[in-house]
């Protein structure tokens, strides 16, 4: 089957830097997706990833080795407004979107 | 821009009513989907549209049906509900679904409680 393990939730401080990692097994890859959604509301775009290597997009970061089937969204200089779920997502070989349960990140002052 | 509403925000529903939850999008996306959040769990996919006028099956429909008569319009109907319904039901659109790097964009969603 089609499985995405991505942690329950994690704890960091403000202005630290916080690492979320994805694992996933799919039926065939075409991109893997982060979002970040706040509590009560909708997940929107944060980024997409189909080659190996890093995307730098200002505080966010995300990295893809489709050889270990594994990601993860690097969050820096966290700000309170950052706490939320943050959603990892793989497209399959039928560009259905597989998603994890997500993280929940809880910035502590 | 509006993007994707949905209506209604939130609903109580008896169990055996019927319903239709409302989702338009005003980005001219030609593929659009229903998705259920449950606590613990990730997105599921329900039902999806390629384009108006075709509808798909996704990873849990039963117990739904959805119509796609036009680009803006994908009502997510449940015919009989049940309590396990009770979920947050989002909409989403995107420009085409059978292509990658296809971002989803998401409706605020509709809150369903099935009693």
């Known amino acids: 089957g089609q499985n995405i393990d991505q942690p329950t939730e994690m704890t960091a401080t403000e202005g630290a830097i916080v690492q979320i990692n994805c694992t996933y097994q799919?039926?065939?890859?075409?991109?893997l997706f982060w979002y970040q959604q706040h509590a009560g509301e909708a997940p929107t775009f944060l980024s997409y990833?189909?080659l190996d290597g890093l995307e730098e997009k200002g505080r966010f970061s995300s990295f893809l080795s489709r050889s270990k089937g594994y990601s993860y969204l690097l969050l820096k200089e966290l700000q309170m407004k950052d706490s939320a779920s943050y959603l990892c997502a793989v497209m399959d070989s039928n560009y259905q979107l597989i998603w994890g349960a997500g993280t929940k990140l809880i910035i502590k002052p | 821009t509006a993007g994707i509403t949905q209506a209604p925000t939130s609903q109580i529903l008896a169990a055996g009513r019927s319903m239709t939850l409302r989702c338009t999008q005003d980005m001219r996306h030609n593929a659009m989907y229903w998705y259920r959040q449950d606590l613990g769990l990730g997105l599921r996919l329900i039902h999806y549209s390629n384009t108006a006028g075709t509808t798909g099956k996704g990873e849990v429909p039963d117990g739904y049906s959805v119509s796609r008569a036009n680009t803006d319009d994908f009502p997510l109907t449940l015919a009989s509900a049940v309590p396990s319904q009770t979920s947050v039901y989002f909409c989403a659109s995107s420009v085409t679904r059978n292509g990658a790097e296809e971002t989803q964009y998401f409706g605020p969603g509709t809150r369903l409680l099935v009693l």
């Open positions: 990833n189909v």
């Open positions: 799919t039926s065939g890859f075409n991109g």
